[in-house]
């Protein structure tokens, strides 16, 4: 892959101003030799995961020398991905949280300089299918001689289903299927005499162990290790939510009402929120994460459990001297975890559809997908790949040591895959963004103050009416310059 990213034709691509006279951090327009055709590629990701994408650039395009693509590459907003300054500036990262591609994706649509293709989140997904400017690719997948359907993880493929799309809904081709994970430091385990996580560990299980690995801290933290370093966001507590047998909402496309109110989701929350400080204390102060960001903490040593979806892997290989791995989520009497894919999407008004058609079918297909696994920031949506040495080890390369293959952390990668059939979905709503802010300001009180959870779901239920099921009403920040969300 080295030789493709030294190519002539990569090494002739230039940054170029931001579009239409958006002052857009982190950016880049990269335009390739000249070909016969082209298209037009949007974006996000820290350092690591641009480098991803790019090299699938420079695949697709070595093997499709007619056709050109031009990228527009923005920043995820989670600078703390960049293990560089990770540990350079511990304290800042956090702070320099949020990126602009929603705001920049939602108004370049309707621009003359449109990206033809162009990724998405499931969860932001609804938002752009109710705008009516995705292309149907039901007939186009099963058309295609490079992927079929039953090539991907049905949980992927379906979270990018739409009744705002024509056919069968299928607005979007997934490049990944990953879930959350719990990494872990097995110095720190040993240090402690605390066994490593086992598959099928539960909620006791796992709250003892971080409470056993919480050990030296003082008032200002300044010393010591957190057992844990977690949000206390929806997207986090779902999963607790989902494992103690309650749901989020009262319909899966046309939601009225939220249901955390049920007693199982209750319980879920409560059990989330007693690993604050505002029960079991094992993981930092809301002041403390402020200063010194949960990825920090886990890559400095100073947390022993960090959870997180697949795409800090790149960041975690390059750390040094940390001995990590990953674990499965902790299981209630539900098993649960949630789903984290993003998928490529098709511009209606795309200038050469066929042309933008064939590079989501090498993105999607066994190349692409092989591409990205290799870099580690992907657990891929298509089976074939996902359980290959590609994902498995983090290399094809046939390396051994003693008789025994090796590859590249995490050892325990089949995790991913044993997470995604119990894996679901955050609601489809055009809102959602929305949603979750309502429901992370109100849950942070109880996780780190109080551990009050029925006072924080009566206050999300206050807030969220009116919001839900509203599927043509876009995010506000959509419409300001400068308003920012970070991307999961």
């Known amino acids: 892959m080295a030789t493709l990213l030294q190519s002539t034709r990569t090494g002739r691509r230039a940054v170029v101003a931001a579009l239409g006279g958006l002052a857009l951090a982190g950016r880049q327009l990269r335009t390739a030799a000249r070909g016969?055709?082209?298209?037009?590629?949007?974006?996000?990701?820290?350092?690591?995961?641009?480098?991803?994408?790019?090299?699938?650039?420079?695949?697709?395009?070595?093997?499709?020398?007619?056709?050109?693509?031009?990228?527009?590459?923005?920043?995820?907003?989670?600078?703390?991905?960049?293990?560089?300054?990770?540990?350079?500036?511990?304290?800042?990262?956090?702070?320099?949280?949020?990126?602009?591609?929603?705001?920049?994706?939602?108004?370049?649509?309707?621009?003359?300089?449109?990206?033809?293709?162009?990724?998405?989140?499931?969860?932001?997904?609804?938002?752009?299918?109710?705008?009516?400017?995705?292309?149907?690719?039901?007939?186009?997948?099963?058309?295609?001689?490079?992927?079929?359907?039953?090539?991907?993880?049905?949980?992927?493929?379906?979270?990018?289903?739409?009744?705002?799309?024509?056919?069968?809904?299928?607005?979007?081709?997934?490049?990944?299927?990953?879930?959350?994970?719990?990494?872990?430091?097995?110095?720190?385990?040993?240090?402690?005499?605390?066994?490593?996580?086992?598959?099928?560990?539960?909620?006791?299980?796992?709250?003892?162990?971080?409470?056993?690995?919480?050990?030296?801290?003082?008032r200002e933290d300044r010393v010591g290790v957190h057992g844990l370093a977690i949000e206390p966001r929806l997207s986090r507590s779902a999963a607790y939510i989902w494992g103690a047998g309650g749901d989020l909402i009262d319909h899966p496309v046309r939601p009225a009402r939220l249901t955390l109110d049920s007693a199982e989701a209750l319980e879920g929350l409560r059990r989330f929120a007693e690993l604050g400080p505002a029960g079991r204390n094992v993981t930092p102060t809301s002041a403390q994460s402020r200063l010194f960001a949960d990825l920090a903490r886990f890559v400095s040593g100073r947390a022993a459990m960090f959870i997180h979806s697949r795409r800090v892997v790149p960041t975690l290989r390059e750390a040094r001297g940390l001995n990590w791995d990953v674990a499965p989520l902790p299981l209630g009497a539900v098993p649960a975890n949630v789903l984290h894919s993003d998928g490529l999407c098709l511009l209606a008004g795309a200038r050469d559809k066929d042309a933008a058609w064939a590079f989501i079918e090498f993105a999607a297909g066994p190349e692409g997908q092989a591409a990205l696994a290799a870099t580690g920031r992907t657990v891929p949506s298509h089976r074939e790949i996902a359980e290959s040495d590609a994902f498995l080890r983090g290399t094809s390369f046939p390396w051994q040591f003693g008789g025994q293959a090796i590859g590249l952390a995490p050892e325990r990668a089949r995790v991913f895959l044993d997470n995604v059939p119990i894996s679901r979905r955050i609601p489809a709503m055009a809102t959602l963004p929305a949603v979750e802010g309502i429901f992370d300001r109100a849950f942070k009180r109880a996780f780190y103050v109080d551990a009050d959870v029925p006072a924080a779901v009566a206050a999300i239920a206050r807030d969220v009416h009116g919001v839900l099921g509203d599927r043509l009403t876009a995010p506000s920040y959509m419409f300001r310059d400068g308003m920012t969300e970070i991307e999961e």
């Open 36 to 218: 016969q055709r082209s298209l037009r590629f949007a974006f996000f990701g820290a350092a690591s995961e641009q480098r991803a994408y790019q090299q699938l650039v420079a695949a697709f395009e070595a093997a499709h020398p007619n056709v050109r693509v031009d990228v527009a590459a923005l920043d995820s907003g989670d600078a703390s991905l960049d293990v560089n300054a990770l540990m350079a500036h511990p304290n800042r990262p956090w702070l320099l949280r949020g990126g602009s591609y929603q705001s920049w994706l939602w108004k370049a649509l309707a621009s003359p300089t449109a990206p033809d293709v162009f990724m998405l989140s499931y969860q932001r997904f609804p938002a752009y299918a109710a705008r009516g400017i995705l292309e149907p690719l039901g007939e186009r997948l099963r058309a295609s001689t490079a992927v079929r359907e039953a090539d991907f993880y049905p949980a992927a493929l379906d979270a990018f289903r739409s009744a705002e799309v024509a056919g069968d809904g299928l607005g979007a081709i997934p490049l990944n299927a990953s879930s959350l994970a719990v990494y872990y430091n097995a110095d720190l385990f040993a240090a402690r005499g605390v066994s490593l996580p086992e598959e099928g560990w539960t909620w006791d299980a796992f709250a003892t162990a971080a409470e056993a690995l919480t050990f030296g801290l003082d």
